[in-house]
């Protein structure tokens, strides 16, 4: 087989990720509003998609550059292919919404009309709502000789007017831009009655342009290349070249323009040759752009539409402790400790550990990598008193973390206001890893406390994202991040680590290791990958030469899969699913059989993905579980999303994804495991 066909394309492979989300959106078995927020999801998808991917390949294209991929595209070549799928995406998602979702919400009385469908008592409300709150924000610009072609904001939602003075027939064309701090569905009356903010605007423009003809008017949107081209080896100071980057990214290359099917040639014409697009850019839609504001709708409060809570529990070792009056460290000392999020509260586990410490006059330092966090972060909160209060502080603060900048810019300079020790780790890296290390004088030594985890320190995220955390006091342990920090912070070699696997320069070799040891032991092997995405070709083909082996490969991807399933002669013994449902599935837990050493099954857990990404150009960390009860809990966990009974996806040798289902929607792998999660802290 020509190495071509041994890998599928990156690219395509978000796609096909996107549209398993978009089939959620379609599933009957799922609460409505549900379905709404999914179908949001897929549309904020696929703007980042366009914002990074997309625009990196354009810039390819115009430099001239046509490697291929390892599955043999150029980027244009790529670049063809998206447009194609894009828009047979976009004519889904709006038959989903006008055909299937609209006439459903209805039967539930939540209506979204049109403004000719509203009543005179309605129009006449809704105008004087637009009078008083609307119109007074609005700014029409129009194109004419002293007035250029304004700039259009990255994903801002627009007005295009077409007007015609009656007296001499001049016709102009302007731009509207819709503030974003308006609804988008404006409430008729009490009920859940709404309408587009872009329907009122639209039925009160003759305010905004006086004794005007209206001849044209619709909705589009342009999305902009939204990369940060930074090179910080380049850069004296760090934080003050993402802020001049995070500006300059406001005005990035136009990359795609959304706007209604039938618009008029001229006017569209007049659009791409201001925005330089090319009829290849431009995606048609035949319902409402800008999917993404269907979570407003999704947030309603009907609960009969929408999951019922599962709210999240404190970890059974940290409630008897806390009835106990004892402090986490106390339970970290007398056992390591796992928690499985949101299953278990990030609240009680990781944000009362960072608490704690900051109180805990024992404590003498405290350091943690950050990577994404909330605005209102009460771990960035505690970190500060910590400071204030004369403890040791660091931390390795990742500013660019793509969409996330802004905020970490904001932290980073708070954190050090209050005499953290803010860093932005190594250059040409970015900081990937979770990991919290606490420093604390115990009664009988000087013991470090260290957190390992798959998901970001993010109270937000963490009520939405499955992630897995480890406390634990080991000596090795805390001797190995003890020795990150320092490589992170300080200047020196990266060192031998005893227990952990770090990338850039360790995690790609011992992984290669761990595959190659696992087939050496044939048709007996096993290998169970559960991460969010898989692209790596030196990674994929030595799970290649692993199935050929005999070893038997279950792989669970939630994203980007690069690798082929089940092709005879190849991977015939490699099984891929992808599980999606009301939680993201965020945490990495890779599984071998048989590990060093003793040959007995390996556990690891942390922040790395199988891309060249994680392993060559960011600061990574697995860490090993070894205890009895927590690799019983991984397995566990693994155990119910590899049941065949449950709701997955499936990739099939053809490179195509399907969805297995049994008859009953209750064999749904996270709602088993959150009543395991249940059921395991009553006993």
Same mark, same amino acid.
């Given at each position: 087989?020509?190495?071509?066909?041994?890998?599928?394309?990156?690219?395509?492979?978000?796609?096909?990720?996107?549209?398993?989300?978009?089939?959620?959106?379609?599933?009957?078995?799922?609460?409505?509003?549900?379905?709404?927020?999914?179908?949001?999801?897929?549309?904020?998808?696929?703007?980042?998609?366009?914002?990074?991917?997309?625009?990196?390949?354009?810039?390819?294209?115009?430099?001239?550059?046509?490697?291929?991929?390892?599955?043999?595209?150029?980027?244009?070549?790529?670049?063809?292919?998206?447009?194609?799928?894009?828009?047979?995406?976009?004519?889904?998602?709006?038959?989903? *919404?006008?055909?299937?979702?609209?006439?459903?919400?209805?039967?539930?009385?939540?209506?979204?009309?049109?403004?000719?469908?509203?009543?005179?008592?309605?129009?006449?409300?809704?105008?004087?709502?637009?009078?008083?709150?609307?119109?007074?924000?609005?700014?029409?610009?129009?194109?004419?000789?002293?007035?250029?072609?304004?700039?259009?904001?990255?994903?801002?939602?627009?007005?295009?007017?077409?007007?015609?003075?009656?007296?001499?027939?001049?016709?102009?064309?302007?731009?509207?831009?819709?503030?974003?701090?308006?609804?988008?569905?404006?409430?008729?009356?009490?009920?859940?009655?709404?309408?587009?903010?872009?329907?009122?605007?639209?039925?009160?423009? *003759?305010?905004?342009?006086?004794?005007?003809?209206?001849?044209?008017?619709?909705?589009?949107?342009?999305?902009?290349?939204?990369?940060?081209?930074?090179?910080?080896?380049?850069?004296?100071?760090?934080?003050?070249?993402?802020?001049?980057?995070?500006?300059?990214?406001?005005?990035?290359?136009?990359?795609?323009?959304?706007?209604? &099917?039938?618009?008029?040639?001229?006017?569209?014409?007049?659009?791409?040759?201001?925005?330089?697009?090319?009829?290849?850019?431009?995606?048609?839609?035949?319902?409402?752009?800008?999917?993404?504001?269907?979570?407003?709708?999704?947030?309603?409060?009907?609960?009969?539409?929408?999951?019922?809570? *599962?709210?999240?529990?404190?970890?059974?070792?940290?409630?008897?402790?806390?009835?106990?009056?004892?402090?986490?460290?106390?339970?970290?000392?007398?056992?390591?400790?796992?928690?499985?999020?949101?299953?278990?509260?990030?609240?009680?586990?990781?944000?009362?550990?960072?608490?704690?410490?900051?109180?805990?006059?024992?404590?003498?330092?405290?350091?943690?990598?950050?990577?994404?966090?909330?605005?209102?972060?009460?771990?960035?909160?505690?970190?500060?008193?910590?400071?204030?209060?004369?403890?040791?502080?660091?931390?390795?603060?990742?500013?660019?973390?793509?969409?996330?900048?802004?905020?970490?810019?904001?932290?980073?300079?708070?954190?050090?206001?209050?005499?953290?020790?803010?860093?932005?780790?190594?250059?040409?890296?970015?900081?990937?890893?979770?990991?919290?290390?606490?420093?604390?004088?115990?009664?009988?030594?000087?013991?470090?406390?260290?957190?390992?985890?798959?998901?970001?320190?993010?109270?937000?995220?963490?009520?939405?994202?499955?992630?897995?955390?480890?406390?634990?006091?080991?000596?090795?342990?805390?001797?190995?991040?003890?020795?990150?920090?320092? &490589?992170?912070?300080? &200047?020196?070699?990266?060192?031998?680590?005893?227990?952990?696997?770090?990338?850039?320069?360790?995690?790609?070799?011992?992984?290669?290791?761990?595959?190659?040891?696992?087939?050496?032991?044939?048709?007996?092997?096993?290998?169970?990958?559960?991460?969010?995405?898989?692209?790596?070709?030196?990674?994929?083909?030595?799970?290649?030469?692993?199935?050929?082996?005999?070893?038997?490969?279950?792989?669970?991807?939630?994203?980007?899969?690069?690798?082929?399933?089940?092709?005879?002669?190849?991977?015939?013994?490699?099984?891929?699913?992808?599980?999606?449902?009301?939680?993201?599935?965020?945490?990495?837990? &890779?599984?071998?059989?048989?590990?060093?050493?003793?040959?007995?099954?390996?556990?690891?857990?942390?922040?790395?993905?199988?891309?060249?990404?994680?392993?060559?150009?960011?600061?990574?960390?697995?860490?090993?579980?070894?205890?009895?009860?927590?690799?019983?809990?991984?397995?566990?966990?693994?155990?119910?999303?590899?049941?065949?009974?449950?709701?997955?996806?499936?990739?099939?040798?053809?490179?195509?994804?399907?969805?297995?289902?049994?008859?009953?929607?209750?064999?749904?792998?996270?709602?088993?495991?959150?009543?395991?999660?249940?059921?395991?802290?009553?006993?």
């Amino acid at each position: 087989m020509d190495i071509e066909s041994r890998f599928i394309n990156r690219e395509l492979s978000w796609l096909d990720f996107n549209d398993r989300v978009l089939v959620l959106a379609m599933d009957n078995d799922i609460p409505l509003l549900e379905r709404c927020r999914f179908l949001a999801i897929s549309s904020s998808n696929l703007d980042e998609f366009y914002q990074i991917r997309v625009s990196a390949l354009k810039d390819q294209v115009a430099g001239d550059v046509s490697t291929k991929t390892p599955d043999g595209r150029t980027p244009l070549e790529q670049l063809r292919e998206i447009t194609i799928r894009t828009q047979d995406f976009v004519r889904r998602q709006d038959d989903i *919404w006008t055909k299937d979702l609209l006439p459903q919400l209805e039967l539930y009385d939540v209506r979204v009309v049109e403004w000719s469908q509203l009543s005179a008592q309605d129009k006449a409300k809704l105008s004087d709502d637009f009078d008083r709150r609307i119109f007074p924000v609005l700014t029409p610009l129009a194109v004419d000789p002293a007035h250029p072609f304004p700039y259009i904001s990255n994903l801002a939602l627009n007005l295009a007017v077409v007007a015609r003075d009656p007296d001499t027939g001049e016709q102009r064309f302007a731009r509207l831009k819709i503030p974003k701090n308006l609804p988008r569905f404006m409430r008729i009356g009490n009920a859940n009655h709404f309408v587009l903010v872009e329907e009122v605007i639209s039925a009160n423009l *003759w305010r905004l342009f006086q004794g005007m003809t209206i001849e044209q008017c619709f909705a589009f949107r342009v999305t902009r290349n939204a990369d940060l081209s930074l090179d910080d080896e380049d850069a004296e100071d760090l934080l003050a070249a993402v802020e001049m980057e995070l500006r300059r990214r406001r005005f990035g290359r136009a990359v795609r323009i959304e706007i209604p &099917y039938r618009t008029a040639q001229e006017v569209l014409d007049l659009m791409c040759n201001e925005l330089e697009l090319e009829p290849d850019d431009v995606t048609f839609h035949r319902s409402m752009i800008e999917m993404s504001s269907l979570s407003q709708l999704a947030s309603l409060d009907i609960s009969d539409l929408r999951y019922q809570p *599962w709210p999240p529990l404190t970890a059974g070792r940290l409630a008897a402790a806390e009835f106990n009056g004892q402090s986490i460290f106390q339970v970290i000392r007398e056992r390591q400790l796992l928690v499985h999020h949101p299953h278990e509260s990030f609240t009680s586990s990781v944000e009362s550990f960072v608490e704690q410490a900051a109180k805990d006059p024992k404590v003498h330092s405290i350091k943690l990598s950050l990577y994404r966090t909330s605005g209102d972060s009460s771990i960035a909160k505690h970190l500060v008193r910590a400071a204030e209060s004369g403890k040791q502080v660091a931390v390795v603060l990742e500013i660019k973390a793509r969409f996330d900048e802004a905020r970490n810019i904001a932290w980073a300079r708070e954190l050090e206001y209050a005499g953290v020790h803010v860093t932005y780790g190594i250059v040409g890296l970015k900081t990937h890893c979770k990991c919290i290390l606490v420093v604390r004088q115990d009664n009988d030594q000087m013991r470090r406390y260290v957190h390992i985890g798959t998901g970001n320190y993010n109270s937000t995220t963490a009520r939405v994202y499955e992630d897995i955390g480890f406390f634990t006091c080991e000596e090795s342990i805390g001797a190995d991040v003890t020795e990150l920090f320092n &490589y992170l912070t300080g &200047y020196a070699r990266e060192p031998d680590y005893l227990r952990l696997f770090v990338a850039p320069h360790q995690l790609r070799p011992r992984m290669l290791e761990l595959i190659h040891r696992e087939a050496s032991f044939k048709d007996a092997g096993r290998i169970t990958l559960k991460l969010n995405s898989i692209s790596d070709p030196a990674i994929i083909d030595a799970l290649y030469a692993a199935s050929d082996a005999g070893v038997k490969i279950d792989l669970i991807v939630r994203g980007i899969c690069c690798i082929r399933a089940g092709v005879p002669g190849m991977s015939e013994n490699i099984n891929v699913r992808s599980i999606l449902g009301r939680y993201l599935e965020h945490s990495r837990i &890779y599984r071998f059989d048989h590990g060093f050493d003793d040959d007995s099954p390996l556990h690891l857990i942390g922040s790395a993905d199988l891309m060249g990404r994680n392993l060559d150009g960011r600061v990574e960390v697995l860490v090993p579980l070894t205890h009895p009860k927590h690799r019983a809990w991984l397995d566990t966990a693994l155990g119910f999303l590899l049941d065949d009974q449950v709701v997955h996806f499936s990739l099939g040798k053809d490179n195509y994804w399907n969805q297995h289902r049994s008859k009953e929607f209750t064999q749904d792998a996270q709602q088993r495991l959150h009543e395991w999660v249940v059921a395991t802290q009553v006993r």
